[in-house]
């Protein structure tokens, strides 16, 4: 059997951590994780509005 690590808490928030992890990524990577998340939004948006049209409302 297996034992699991605990993750300590950690006393930054989220957005903190958010902007560690941000800062340490090469422009390279953040524009392609900007493209990804947009192009993820995107299609959310199309099926969304599919679903929509769709339901009779």
């Known amino acids: 059997m297996k034992t699991r690590k605990r993750k300590t808490v950690s006393s930054k928030s989220a ?17 392609a994780t900007a493209a990804r998340l ?3 939004c995107l299609k959310l948006h199309a099926l969304h509005h599919h679903a929509a049209r769709n339901s009779g409302s």
Do not use: L, P
């Not at 903190?16 to 524009?31: G, L």
């Open 38 to 40: 947009s192009m993820f």
């Open 15 to 31: 957005q903190e951590i958010q902007d560690d992890i941000f800062r340490k990524m090469s422009a390279d990577r953040k524009f």
